[in-house]
Nanobody, 126 residues
Framework: QVQLVESGGGLVQAGGSLRLSCAASARTFSNYNMGWFRQAPGKERDFVAAAAWSGGTTYYADSVKGRFTISRDNAKNTVWLQMNSLKPEDTAVYYC???????????????????WGQGTQVTVSS
């Protein structure tokens, strides 16, 4: 079992920045690729970004590419999502999720993630 706890959400003005954190309880954090997803009210949960188990490979949704950065520290069992140049359309609940390290080719598939955090709200005002 892996427990994931997100933090760092909040209210920010358009153009501002936030840094989300996700702390994992996994005994071997490096066994997992880590992803961030988001869900706006009335919409489906969408892929945002992912980092491979080693941290050496990352992948982003087109909508956040160049603005968001995912990083991880396996020694700290933590993954972060640095969000810059935020837009009102980035408003959503952001979820951290863990996927087995051998599933990178399906890294953006919500169904491939076995473990999820409870989410943290990000609100961007215009």
């Amino acid at each position: 079992q892996v427990q994931l706890v997100e933090s760092g959400g909040g209210l920010v003005q358009a153009g501002g920045s936030l840094r989300l954190s996700c702390a994992a309880s996994a005994r071997t954090f490096s066994n997992y690729n880590m992803g961030w997803f988001r869900q706006a009210p009335g919409k489906e949960r969408d892929f945002v970004a992912a980092a491979a188990w080693s941290g050496g490979t990352t992948y982003y949704a087109d909508s956040v590419k160049g603005r968001f950065t995912i990083s991880r520290d396996n020694a700290k069992n933590t993954v972060w999502l640095q969000m810059n140049s935020l837009k009102p359309e980035d408003t959503a609940v952001y979820y951290c999720a863990a996927q087995g390290r051998n599933s990178w080719t399906r890294i953006s598939y919500l169904s491939e993630y076995a473990y999820w955090g409870q989410g943290t709200q990000v609100t961007v005002s215009s």
